[in-house]
């Protein structure tokens, strides 16, 4: 961002000819990539004029764009204010997420968790104006051997049970 505006290369470090090795590459790239990152969502003015980086060519640019993507969604999420971001909205970026890839999600709320044995989930969330929600993603070949990854996506909103002192909630 320091850098005036224009286009930019990145070359071999001094004393190395040739191109840049695949790693250095990627690593640059993304590097260039992350510093470029800004919150926007609740910008009036969207545009931004950063420099730009020409791909370097030992650079694995699909790999590098997935990665920056998946990255500023992620700092997207977390940066926004929690008053725009509660159950149903962070399950309806999971939605949005299978239909860009070709997943499948199915969403339950509020008094869907009980009926489909999820108490906990239910129990936390009852006493907000917000009813919980749990999203299951599911991706990939049935017949492919099956992979599960358990995540928990925190909103916070001042209507829930804190369960936790305000000690725990520190630590």
Request: net charge negative; glycine share 12%.
């Amino acid at each position: 961002r320091a850098l005036p505006k224009g286009t930019y290369a990145l070359e071999s470090p001094q004393g190395k000819k040739g191109t840049l090795t695949p790693e250095l590459a990627n690593a640059a790239a993304l590097g260039w990539g992350m510093g470029g990152y800004r919150f926007r969502e609740l910008k009036t003015s969207k545009s931004t004029r950063l420099p730009k980086l020409v791909w370097p060519e030992a650079c694995d640019r699909s790999a590098i764009e997935a990665l920056l993507e998946a990255t500023f969604l992620v700092r997207d999420l977390v940066n926004r204010p929690a008053g725009h971001l509660g159950p149903r909205e962070l399950a309806a970026e999971v939605e949005s997420l299978a239909e860009k890839h070709g997943a499948e999600v199915e969403v339950l709320e509020g008094e869907e968790l009980l009926e489909n044995n999820y108490p906990a989930v239910h129990a936390v969330g009852r006493g907000s104006e917000r009813a919980p929600c749990l999203a299951d993603l599911r991706w990939g070949d049935e017949s492919h051997p099956r992979l599960t990854l358990v995540g928990k996506g925190v909103v916070f909103d001042s209507g829930g049970l804190d369960l936790k002192s305000a000690v725990g909630m520190k630590l």
